[in-house]
């Protein structure tokens, strides 16, 4: 176990338990040395030439063969002054995360193909009302932190689905927003909406509501969408989610080590690159990696263990904001082992402070999504915020007047003090502590099926406070407009 001091930021900040660091500052420092060395000997592959042409310029060296070599100098200068913070804000411009320090918050994940239907149990394409009905719930679930679409409709055409997953996300949750779009097109629509919704574009700089995921190819390679996404967040000092994706033993050496030191090559190339476009360019970091194919099946697991908590001491090892993943499980329905992956997943990326937590309710490896696998995840997050959180001790809560007053065999169920502090205990909302006769009179249900009912009671009445005129006229203009720009732009 480690210890952290957080840095100071706008948004509440919750007191917990030290923090679990996997790594050593050495194998931190051997590790961050690896990354340079391989920016300044191997070099990265970028597909955008206003990037190889700030890097150039910063001091890179550019091969015949378009590999371009970053400096480590260059690596320790964007290092010092990209921010140690980002702050992300509700609908109505409150603080909410602070992505700093200890500091965990969990959300959902997006674009899932495929949903498990928790009223027929049918695994099928996913729709536009569940984007709606998944956003509603994140909305409700008290320990989901921020929205993300967690659905990639299929009853759209798909230049839309993006636009409409942002549309969705602005109506049905005043929580602040992760954001994946497909291009820079939708990109840029998505923070217009965004801006209407702030009340403009500074509001939105000052106040930021979203956080654009930006989903890179591969360590050593960067696609030119991901790079212009880049370049333009870092422009309109917008956060900027820079998550490069290596995978052991297909696009990266199958050792953990050597995984993460390619990987993680690529993220300084990111943060160096926002850097030169704007100081303090504000870019969160990942927190997974290191993953690998399981080479028996050829899946990508979600939920397997020996990456845990790598990437996240990395980037505390940087003092960085951090975007990781846990929640999510390789089972395909939501039952014993999604739990299970759930559970361990998010309690070990929570130990090891991983800011903000996104894949809760994601099954199949990520191609399925369950609104009561979310459920069960909001009650693991619960769970894991008590079991984590600090334990106050001073005079009032060690009672010692009391247990002298009650004496060795006084009873303490009628003290006004258990009456006063009783609801400081953690007390479940869907796992079960009846007896089993209880437990039988009122049906016997399993933890999954309490699941169900209680996404359809919330999904029943809980509504989001609807948008301010100006802004659903706003994103409804945008809408119109990239529908009517994709009806006449030319099939390719």
Request: proline share 7%; glycine share 10%.
């Amino acid at each position: 176990m480690g210890s952290f001091a957080p840095q100071a930021g706008g948004a509440p900040q919750v007191p917990r338990s030290p923090r679990y660091d996997r790594l050593t500052p050495d194998n931190c420092r051997r590790l961050h040395d690896a990354s340079l060395s391989i920016l300044e000997r191997t070099g990265v592959v970028l597909h955008d030439a206003e990037a190889v042409e700030r890097l150039a310029g910063a001091g890179a060296r550019v091969t015949d063969d378009g590999r371009v070599h970053v400096p480590g100098e260059l690596v320790e200068w964007a290092l010092g002054v990209a921010p140690h913070t980002v702050t992300l804000h509700d609908r109505l411009g409150a603080p909410r995360l602070a992505l700093e320090g200890d500091n965990v918050f969990f959300g959902p994940g997006s674009d899932c193909l495929h949903i498990v239907d928790h009223r027929t149990g049918e695994r099928r394409m996913a729709r536009l009302a569940d984007t709606r009905d998944g956003v509603t719930l994140v909305d409700a679930l008290p320990n989901m932190d921020f929205g993300m679409s967690m659905f990639l409709p299929s009853d759209v055409p798909p230049e839309m689905a993006d636009r409409e997953q942002m549309a969705i996300m602005l109506r049905h949750t005043t929580k602040p927003l992760v954001v994946v779009t497909y291009d820079v097109d939708a990109m840029l629509d998505a923070v217009a909406m965004a801006e209407a919704v702030a009340g403009g574009a500074e509001a939105l700089r000052e106040r930021p509501t979203i956080a654009l995921y930006i989903n890179v190819t591969r360590g050593l390679v960067h696609n030119g969408d991901s790079l212009r996404k880049l370049l333009i967040l870092a422009e309109r000092g917008l956060p900027a989610l820079w998550i490069p994706v290596t995978s052991g033993g297909t696009t990266g050496p199958v050792t953990m080590a050597g995984n993460v030191a390619l990987n993680n090559a690529g993220v300084l190339v990111g943060i160096v690159l926002a850097q030169l476009v704007r100081e303090g360019a504000p870019v969160v970091i990942p927190g997974f990696g290191g993953d690998a194919l399981d080479l028996r099946t050829m899946v990508d697991p979600y939920a397997e263990p020996d990456h845990r908590g790598v990437v996240p001491s990395l980037a505390h090892h940087y003092g960085l904001p951090m975007f990781s993943l846990a929640g999510g499980s390789d089972s395909k329905q939501p039952d014993q082992q999604a739990a299970t992956d759930a559970a361990l997943t998010m309690l070990v990326d929570a130990l090891a402070g991983g800011h903000l937590i996104h894949d809760s309710g994601y099954l199949e490896s990520g191609l399925t999504g369950s609104l009561a696998q979310l459920a069960i995840c909001d009650e693991i997050a619960a769970w894991i915020r008590a079991a984590i959180g600090p334990v106050i001790i001073d005079d009032e809560t060690l009672a010692l007047d009391l247990v002298d007053a009650l004496g060795p065999d006084g009873s303490f169920l009628e003290a006004q003090h258990t009456l006063d502090h009783y609801r400081e205990r953690w007390y479940p909302s869907l796992i079960d502590r009846l007896s089993h006769s209880a437990w039988m009179s009122r049906g016997g249900a399993t933890l999954g099926e309490r699941a169900t009912v209680r996404v359809e009671q919330l999904l029943a009445r809980h509504q989001a406070p609807p948008l301010p005129e100006p802004a659903e006229q706003a994103i409804a203009e945008i809408l119109n407009r990239a529908a009517a720009t994709a009806r006449t732009a030319p099939i390719p």
